[in-house]
């Protein structure tokens, strides 16, 4: 008598095949739609903040730009929107410069801290507290 044959299991099932002339179920819009024509852009990097001036989006806007103005409520960098909406930073710069020129977003430089602190200062605060 032998025993019986165990059946590997799959953890994931693959999706099944999409025939000739089927797109992917779930397949994401291509970045020239989200993004629109490719022009002129804003100078942009990932550390730029960006808070909206309009609360609510224009009727026109589409729904990427209507998200963008929603999470601009509160200054937010372009990293951070990026990640977000799940787009790359080349088309989050067309769609900020897009919302830039409307005048629907500001950018800002992000806010510097110094560098270090005066190591005097700190030393007479340590020096401080430990007499205390």
Not at 69 to 76: F, H, I, M, T, V
Request: aromatic share 2%; net charge negative.
């Amino acid at each position: 008598m032998t025993p019986p044959q165990r059946q590997r299991r799959d953890l994931v099932p693959e999706p099944p095949t999409p025939q000739a002339g089927e797109d992917k179920p779930g397949n994401p819009e291509r970045m020239y739609v989200v993004a629109g024509p490719d022009g002129e852009r804003a100078e942009l990097d990932l550390v730029t903040l960006i808070v909206a001036r309009a609360t609510d989006p224009p009727p026109s806007a589409s729904p990427e730009q209507a998200a963008l103005l929603r999470l601009c409520a509160a200054p937010l960098s372009v990293a951070e929107l990026s990640a977000y909406l799940h787009l790359p930073f080349s088309a989050m710069g067309v769609l900020l410069t897009e919302l830039l020129t409307a005048d629907l977003v500001q950018a800002r430089a992000p806010i510097v801290r110094k560098a270090r602190s005066d190591r005097s200062l700190l030393e007479a605060v340590m020096n401080g507290l430990q007499r205390l």
